[in-house]
């Protein structure tokens, strides 16, 4: 994980470093849809892709955004920014989580995300950094209640403990 003085970035940095949190985030609810697989609609990879695209469509309105504002001209900040910001916890995950247990990861990683931002606009001494990061605070916090919604409506349980699954292959159909 880089440490990143969020106190010394200016809007440029700023943006590209919210860039760079959305990517890591995406990639990662990618990755969790693969893990879980998907078995029905509404299940636990339904629930992380959702969120690769709630992330993606995120990341593209601030990549518009920064070429609207900077052009073309390259990131000073590159390659994995800080992983412990958002991406969801891989080791919250379970092959038969149900979709109210994903949504749970998900809300975890949103958080992290949203307090990472706080913090950031709180330490920011460039106004116009702090009034972005104050921006993509509130966006967490949109994200935050949209799941904390999802989470009131997701069927309860997973779709099956580990020990309970046949072991692979052991399905005759």
Same mark, same amino acid.
């Given at each position: 994980? +880089?440490?990143?003085?969020?106190?010394?970035?200016?809007?440029?940095?700023?943006?590209?470093?919210?860039? !760079?949190?959305?990517?890591?985030?995406?990639?990662?609810?990618?990755?969790?849809?693969?893990?879980?697989?998907?078995?029905?609609?509404?299940?636990?990879?339904?629930?992380?892709?959702?969120?690769?695209?709630?992330?993606?469509? +995120?990341?593209?309105?601030?990549?518009?955004?920064?070429?609207?504002?900077?052009?073309?001209?390259?990131?000073?900040?590159?390659?994995?920014?800080?992983?412990?910001?958002?991406?969801?916890?891989?080791?919250?995950?379970?092959?038969?989580?149900?979709?109210?247990?994903?949504?749970?990861?998900?809300?975890?990683?949103?958080?992290?995300?949203?307090?990472?931002?706080?913090?950031?606009?709180? +330490?920011?001494?460039?106004?116009?950094?702090?009034?972005?990061?104050?921006? !993509?605070?509130?966006? !967490?916090?949109? +994200?935050?209640?949209?799941?904390?919604?999802?989470?009131?409506?997701?069927?309860?349980?997973?779709?099956?403990?580990?020990?309970?699954?046949?072991?692979?292959?052991?399905?005759?159909?």
């Amino acid at each position: 994980m +880089h440490t990143i003085d969020t106190s010394r970035l200016d809007l440029r940095d700023a943006v590209d470093l919210a860039i !760079q949190i959305g990517e890591d985030a995406r990639r990662r609810y990618v990755e969790l849809a693969a893990r879980v697989g998907g078995r029905y609609a509404g299940d636990a990879d339904e629930v992380f892709r959702t969120m690769a695209e709630l992330e993606e469509r +995120h990341e593209q309105r601030l990549a518009d955004r920064r070429r609207r504002v900077f052009g073309d001209v390259p990131p000073r900040i590159v390659g994995d920014a800080l992983d412990e910001v958002e991406p969801a916890e891989l080791g919250a995950i379970r092959v038969f989580m149900g979709p109210r247990d994903a949504v749970r990861v998900a809300l975890d990683a949103e958080k992290r995300a949203f307090e990472f931002y706080d913090s950031a606009s709180r +330490h920011a001494v460039d106004p116009a950094v702090r009034i972005f990061f104050e921006e !993509q605070r509130a966006d !967490q916090a949109d +994200h935050c209640r949209t799941l904390e919604a999802w989470l009131r409506a997701a069927p309860g349980g997973p779709d099956l403990e580990e020990d309970e699954a046949d072991p692979p292959g052991s399905d005759a159909g």
